[in-house]
């Protein structure tokens, strides 16, 4: 099982809290001295509480999943698929199901390959298949008669036609974080690339927040004439707005941010609470690699064009 990597953090503070609540509970009740974390109604209620924080924070949304035929469309049971992570190696192995289908869930968004294997048939590998923050990308192999140590490969390639998800909205992928100019440095910038989002009232219909703003910092959205109170948005599967009107505080480095997903509408009900603007957004992961970033922000008006409108009485200067 792939593990979220909010996880140790939320333990920590799952535990802080615990022992704040377990505290003034010992003294309301006055307990023996020598009460501790090792007794047994403080170890029941971690495990309660724990267990409930790891399925609030396990989604199944971000997946590979297929079915497999041969070449006259009938189902083929029992193959060995295989799923690879180019970025890491990271192999995950299954079989299909008997109506022939497979499914990868809980899997980190990135670049695979899929192999299919099979007694009777040609191995098969599909490479280039590139998986979106919670997307569900559908990879169907229909394989050849022939022996397992023939061979194909094939290159996915175009636009996926998704059929498991009906959600509006778009994603902001790692390349456009990267290069394209962000005002401010506020993931916002990203969020309004989508259709019909728009910044909200409460960040002055605008990036540049200041301390002198009536939110200063804040951060809301509003998706296709929803109310900017009504978004909601997720780091790392964790909510990341206050509870009163859904306003971002905590607003991530660029550098950090691996993609943007923004669902606008009829997206599934695990994303319920609100009926805005839900914004996903996921921190980069880890690689084989050693990375990282260095960056300089400055903001003036000493490097500002003039207005025009400013300077337009003032007489032109002579040519050099």
Do not use: C
């Amino acid at each position: 099982m792939i593990r979220d990597p909010e996880l140790p953090r939320a333990k920590a503070r799952v535990y802080t809290l615990l022992e704040h609540w377990h505290r003034k509970i010992s003294i309301a009740a006055q307990p023996q001295r020598g009460a501790t974390m090792t007794s047994p109604a403080f170890r029941i209620l971690t495990s309660l509480v724990l267990s409930s924080a790891w399925l609030l924070a396990q989604t199944t949304s971000t997946e590979v999943l297929g079915t497999i035929s041969d070449s006259s469309g009938a189902i083929v049971p029992g193959a060995k698929v295989t799923l690879v992570r180019t970025q890491t190696g990271e192999k995950r192995t299954i079989v299909s199901d008997t109506n022939g289908n497979y499914s990868f869930p809980l899997i980190e968004i990135g670049d695979y390959t899929v192999s299919v294997e099979m007694q009777g048939f040609k191995s098969q590998t599909t490479t280039g298949v590139h998986v979106e923050y919670q997307q569900k990308a559908r990879v169907n192999v229909q394989l050849d008669v022939g022996r397992a140590t023939e061979r194909i490969e094939v290159v996915a390639t175009g636009v996926e036609l998704r059929t498991d998800d009906a959600s509006l909205g778009s994603t902001i992928d790692h390349t456009r974080v990267v290069e394209l100019p962000i005002l401010n440095r506020n993931f916002a910038s990203l969020v309004v690339l989508t259709p019909g989002v728009q910044f909200g009232t409460r960040m002055g219909l605008s990036p540049l927040s200041t301390a002198s703003s009536f939110f200063p910092g804040a951060t809301q959205v509003s998706a296709n004439g929803q109310r900017d109170a009504n978004q909601r948005v997720t780091l790392d599967r964790v909510i990341a707005s206050e509870p009163l009107v859904n306003t971002v505080y905590f607003n991530p480095s660029i550098d950090a941010i691996e993609e943007v997903k923004v669902h606008t509408g009829s997206y599934s009900a695990e994303y319920g609470m609100n009926n805005g603007a839900n914004v996903q957004i996921a921190l980069k992961f880890g690689t084989n690699e050693f990375h990282g970033a260095l960056f300089e922000f400055l903001r003036n008006d000493g490097v500002d064009a003039r207005d025009y409108f400013l300077n337009f009485q003032v007489p032109p200067a002579p040519p050099l």
